[in-house]
């Protein structure tokens, strides 16, 4: 069975400065890697994901992750907040059709 | 392509009650996969269908159950309803089988009141 967490509830940033929000996967075959952004009131917005080939993986409003196999990690980031960034983000994984399953999530605050 | 379509939006029902949800995939999505969002628990899996078949289940009463049509549309429904079923209930679509790579892509929700 494969199972995600990600490590921080809530993370602030300040506008500019780094996005990083860190998930580490459990998985007994190689798995399909995903995240998601949730606004308020909305459902989930797929940033990327991995599934095969390479490790580092662009999504979109300039969010990128990377497959760490021997971490066992996916962290996402950014390299300059923006205060639109402001939301829930969360880590999935599946390691076949659609058994997905997902991290609590994290808070993401961005300080003007 | 049109994305994924939850109905309605909004719902407030009363203890006692039932409630049926719809959600519509995108064109040419077969599986749909219904969840329940609360702060407390966050993002819970309730059950996938495919071609008119559930495939999955989590771990759910017997109170939650879904269907899905020849279309791929599908439903669920809630009976009994209780105050701690109020929450956020995510419908999901995603690519045929053999794609590399499931991906699910979620609609905006209905959100439920249980008074």
């Known amino acids: 069975a494969q199972s995600v967490t990600q490590l921080g509830s809530h993370v602030s940033v300040s506008e500019g400065a780094l996005v990083l929000l860190r998930c580490n996967y459990s998985s007994s075959v190689p798995p399909y890697l995903f995240w998601y952004v949730q606004y308020p009131n909305q459902g989930l917005q797929l940033l990327l994901k991995?599934?095969?080939?390479?490790?580092l993986v662009k999504g979109i409003n300039g969010f990128e992750a990377e497959f760490k196999k021997s971490e066992t990690s996916f962290h996402l980031t950014k390299p300059s907040a923006h205060m639109s960034d402001a939301a829930e983000y969360f880590c999935?994984?599946?390691?076949?059709?659609?058994?997905?399953?997902f991290g609590a999530g994290t808070r993401l605050t961005v300080k003007p | 392509k049109a994305g994924v379509t939850q109905t309605p939006r909004y719902l407030i029902k009363t203890r006692g009650q039932q409630v049926t949800l719809s959600c519509s995939p995108i064109s040419g999505h077969r599986s749909v996969s219904w969840y329940q969002q609360t702060p407390g628990q966050g993002l819970q899996f309730l059950f996938e269908?495919?071609?008119?078949?559930?495939?999955n289940k989590g771990n759910f009463p017997g109170r939650f159950s879904g269907r899905q049509f020849s279309n791929s549309r599908s439903e669920m429904n809630v009976s009994t309803l209780e105050l701690g079923d109020s929450a956020l209930y995510l419908c999901?679509?995603?690519?045929?089988?053999?794609?590399?790579?499931?991906?699910?892509?979620f609609g905006p929700g209905t959100r439920l009141t249980v008074l």
């Open positions: 999935a994984v599946s390691a076949s059709n659609n058994d997905m399953r």
């Open positions: 999901a679509s995603s690519l045929p089988e053999g794609s590399i790579g499931p991906t699910q892509y």
């Open positions: 991995y599934t095969t080939g390479a490790t």
């Open positions: 269908y495919f071609s008119e078949t559930q495939r």
